[in-house]
């Protein structure tokens, strides 16, 4: 089955389930967390910048769900900080049932050589190490789960392995083999890993890499949340362990 060809989305497909959407205010997550919440999930919206979550829970409250807010800043946040999280999560909802990584750093092209170090370790800790720490921290609560779902949003290798794309290119090869590895150790649980990788979409972090963006293919972010909520349903079944979408 094709991105384009998704049946139109069942408005029960989440229900009764909780789905942590991290980058929730950026161009996909804010995108998927509403439509998580026309799904019928409870949607808890992570991101550091409290202006624009409110935003995305008011579009969710739009649809009759009201989100959760939990503000926190990816690449200041210790171990610690997503263990306290799921402590929450457990305490507040009782429960996890999905984890949605949309989270990214990207700054813009620039060579290498010329990268400040400080910028090059961020790109790397917010787009890989952070989403590690938040996945491990919550997998205890995603086990208690009958199904659970954790999908991570990773972009084309081919194309961001070219040059100027630093720290973030050299990252996304290594989300992918993140999502391999934890498959295969979490195949006898209920946790399904995935990932999805979107076409090109219309989002502030593209815009960094093309200031004049005439990809034909290009998409709003609203043509990949049905995607989202797919692989975070009992439907995203069929697609464990795998890399889906237009260029996987």
Known sequence: MSLVSLPVRDARALQDRVVLVSGAHGGLGAAAARACAEAGATVVLLGRKLPKLNRVYDACTQVGVEPLLYPLDLEGASPDDYVELARRLHDELGRLDGLLHCAAEFRGLTP???????????????????????????????????DAAVVFAVNEPALTGQAYWGGYGVVQPALQALVGMLHAELASSPVRVSALRPGPMRTPLRSKAYADD????????DAYA???????????????????GPGA
């Not at 005439?214 to 972010?221: F, G, V």
């Open 112 to 146: 290498l050589e010329h990268t400040d170090p400080a910028a090059f370790a961020r790109a790397v800790h917010v787009n890989l190490t952070a989403p590690w720490w938040l996945t491990q921290a919550c997998l205890p609560l995603l086990k208690q789960s009958t």
């Open 214 to 221: 005439t990809d034909a293919a290009l998409r709003d972010p």
């Open 226 to 244: 049905e995607a989202c909520v797919r692989l975070l349903s009992p439907a995203g079944a069929e697609h464990r362990g795998q890399v889906w």
